[in-house]
């Protein structure tokens, strides 16, 4: 039975990429057993690591003055590693809020390690709409950084422009949108990313960070957030998410070997705008997000008669079409339509919708 999963995360993994996984899992190019058995030093898998970051290089072009660091603990653990690492005790970072994780990397921040400038950077139109103010994302002089989520998983909003930082570097969490559309990693100090939104299984988290920003982490940082010790050991101070890490390394060969970002942004681009389009065209659902600034991999929805949500769920089930319902902190629907789901699934999607819609008309 084929379900379609619309699951913000963990999520869909490319069907080519878990078969690849199912078929070495047991024995690994012939060495008679499987990589999650293997010792993460031996050199057969630090081929595989070390692979798996040329190719992550590769896909981004990611400059050579940056680290690629794979570590655990997610993105929840670098709102922690950022301060801890780039925060002086007595500095000070501007955080751009644009939704609930940008909100949740400020606070982890402000409340336990030092001064955290608080820039609310969504409005709403008079549509009732909320759009992004790029007018408030303004830096402080004297900042140790500046902090931004490009893509707002739970809220729908993802940002398309970027504040002028000036030589304050930008921090970004990119979660949900890595690899999902062309960026200029050169325009970052670093960026983070968990891997269960849109790359690989939970549980492996990465950091590409500019090398001026390495060396700079509190004495008390625990050893395995300090991204210079972690750069220093080649991420393998302490033993990684060896299994993520070779499934992301999948991941990346299978974007590489279907043409890279640019080809998925476009993908990206279709599916979203037959998605966007449709809930448009009909009053029965409304998005509440201005266009500029829909996400194009999770999409927020709400349905007009919210009493008929869970019949919404449970009908969608029926026809297994599962993780449609948005996340606690804000209730109505989400489509995580991530790189690994195809056109196909979101034609399904807009055909349920469509007659779901017309039943209850
Ligand atoms: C899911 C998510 C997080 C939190 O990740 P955890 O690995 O659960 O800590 C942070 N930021 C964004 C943008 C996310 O989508």
Redesign the pocket.
């Known amino acids: 039975m084929k379900v379609w999963n619309y699951s913000?995360?963990p999520s869909m993994i490319p069907v080519p990429v878990m078969e690849k996984a199912q078929k070495e899992f047991c024995d690994f190019n012939g060495l008679g057993m499987g990589i999650v058995e293997m010792s993460h030093r031996s050199a057969e898998y630090m081929a595989v690591a070390a692979e798996a970051e040329q190719l992550l290089r590769d896909i981004m072009e990611i400059p050579a003055n940056y680290k690629i660091l794979f570590e655990q603990g997610?993105?929840?653990?670098q709102f922690a590693a950022v301060p801890l690492n780039i925060l002086p005790e007595d500095g000070f970072a501007d955080y751009f809020v644009t939704g609930h994780?940008s909100r949740?990397a400020y606070k982890e921040c402000a409340e336990r390690y030092g001064k955290a400038i608080l820039h609310e950077c969504v409005e709403k139109d008079s549509d009732g709409n909320f759009y992004i103010d790029y007018s408030k994302m303004q830096v402080t002089p004297g900042a140790a950084y500046a902090y931004a989520?490009l893509?707002?998983?739970?809220n729908g909003i993802e940002m398309f422009n970027l504040p002028e930082t000036g030589d304050i570097p930008l921090i970004v969490?990119?979660?949900?949108n890595i690899l999902t559309r062309k960026i200029d990693v050169s325009k970052f100090g670093a960026i983070i990313f968990?891997a269960?939104?849109n790359v690989a299984p939970?549980g492996l988290?990465v950091t590409i960070v500019r090398e001026d920003l390495l060396g700079r982490a509190r004495k008390y940082c625990p050893s395995i957030f300090d991204w210079s010790v972690l750069a220093a050991h080649d991420s393998m101070y302490n033993t990684p998410n060896s299994f993520a890490w070779y499934m992301a390394g999948l991941d990346f060969k299978w974007i590489k070997d279907l043409g890279g970002v640019a080809e998925l942004e476009k993908r990206n681009c279709q599916k979203a705008n037959l998605l966007y389009n449709f809930l448009d065209s009909t009053d029965f659902y409304r998005c509440p997000i201005a266009k500029s600034d829909r996400s194009r991999v999770n999409c927020v929805f709400t349905l007009k008669d919210e009493s008929l949500n869970a019949e919404f769920l449970a009908q969608a089930k029926s026809e297994h079409l599962v993780g449609l319902k948005g996340h606690k902190v804000l209730g109505g629907m989400r489509a995580s339509i991530y790189n690994a789901m195809p056109l196909e699934g979101v034609e399904v999607l807009v055909r349920y919708l469509d007659k779901f819609a017309k039943a209850h008309s």
């Open positions: 913000a995360g997610g993105g929840r653990g994780w949740c989520c893509n707002e998983t739970v969490d990119m979660s949900s968990g269960q939104k939970a988290t």
